[in-house]
């Protein structure tokens, strides 16, 4: 029987979900489904400029799989740009840390603005997971 996945921590969902072409269709370009994990691991390492360690500190798993997150989502991405296709971000098996845990980001807080429903109180370091699983 194969291990259970572990959760993936990720500091908040993307602004946006779908990216693409302008001048085309989304239904008739083809599209690219990235996972909020693979989204994170490109903005950890590419956008925020960790090292693969660092993210996979944050993210609460081993180096090894967000070597693997991340070579999946530049390839992801690479389709998509490269075949003008539409990417949409979405699913996966994670957590949203809440802006104010003291683990995530590295700096005592986190560094992108909380969710809405999050932006109150500093009761936001509670979990939130995915849509897909409700399950902890």
């Not at 993307?14 to 691991?41: C, F, H, I, Q, W």
């Not at 960790?50 to 690479?78: F, H, P």
Request: proline share 4%; aromatic share 6%.
């Amino acid at each position: 029987m194969p291990r259970p996945k572990k959760w993936r921590n990720v500091c908040r969902l993307p602004d946006n979900r779908e990216y693409g072409p302008l001048d085309r269709d989304p239904e008739g370009s083809g599209a690219v489904s990235m996972t909020v994990e693979e989204y994170e691991t490109v903005r950890l390492i590419d956008f925020e400029g960790m090292t693969q360690e660092g993210c996979a500190e944050l993210m609460g798993v081993s180096r090894t799989t967000v070597q693997e997150i991340y070579s999946d989502a530049r390839r992801k991405l690479a389709t998509s740009l490269v075949g003008g296709m539409h990417l949409t971000i979405e699913g996966g098996r994670y957590r949203v840390c809440g802006m104010y845990s003291e683990k995530h980001c590295g700096r005592g807080r986190c560094r992108r603005r909380p969710l809405a429903a999050d932006a109150d109180t500093e009761d936001s370091a509670k979990e939130v997971v995915n849509e897909d699983d409700n399950s902890c």
